[in-house]
T-cell receptor, first 116, second 111 residues
């Protein structure tokens, strides 16, 4: 499967626990984006990363949320001390290098986070 | 003002008809435009991208872009029940990193 991979697909956490969401981009893609989607709402941009760099985190809440894309391994979105309002679908998307003006983003299957 | 606006619908069309989905955007610096389809409980799937004014056709789908009017649309010809989904419009500034998504239009194709 050469598509964007995310795991876990479903994650249940109790309030106050930490949630770690993982994303492996499509082969050959070096740009990763994280989005959050609440029920009946649109996709909200959170953060844009390249390998070892956070390029744009303007959509990320200032507290409890962090993201990384290490040199080796998947991108990780971390939510500390989760609250019920964090329950949502979190989607990762990847795109090839923008050098060739290809801005198309391809989405993974998402992680459904439920905070109890 | 929202960056990207779509009529939330629901839009219902009979099978075989043309479905027309519309999207307006606020930032004149927007350069790249995309249509995604999202089935309930699934992730968005890229259908079309368009970068220049005019029409772009791909099978039963036609994207139309009018930058002067800040308007992009998606036409689905010979609509099928399997086209029933939510269609998301996305816009990207050439110098920016974010995609701005509309809230989507729900389409139902009635057999």
């Amino acid at each position: 499967n050469a598509g964007v991979m995310q795991n876990p697909r479903h994650l249940v956490r109790r309030r106050g626990q930490e949630a770690r969401l993982r994303c492996s981009p499509m082969k050959g893609h070096s740009h990763v984006y994280w989005y959050r989607q609440l029920p009946e709402e649109g996709l909200k941009f959170m953060v844009y990363l390249q390998k070892e760099n956070i390029i744009d985190e303007s959509g990320m809440p200032k507290e409890r949320f962090s993201a990384e894309f290490p040199k080796e391994g998947p991108s990780i979105l971390r939510i500390q001390q989760v609250v019920r309002g964090d329950s949502a679908a979190y989607f990762c998307a990847s795109s090839p290098t923008r050098l060739f003006h290809s801005y198309e983003q391809y989405f993974g299957p998402g992680t459904r986070l439920t905070v109890t | 003002q929202k960056e990207v606006e779509q009529n939330s619908g629901p839009l219902s069309v009979p099978e075989g008809a043309i479905a027309s989905l519309n999207c307006t955007y606020s930032d004149r610096g927007s350069q790249s435009f995309f249509w995604y389809r999202q089935y309930s409980g699934k992730s968005p799937e890229l259908i079309m991208s368009i970068y220049s004014n005019g029409d772009k056709e791909d099978g039963r789908f036609t994207a139309q872009l009018n930058k002067a009017s800040q308007y992009v649309s998606l036409l689905i010809r010979d609509s099928q029940p399997s086209d029933s989904a939510t269609y998301l419009c996305a816009v990207n500034l050439d110098t920016g990193n974010q995609f701005y998504f509309g809230t989507g239009t729900s389409l139902t194709v009635i057999p």
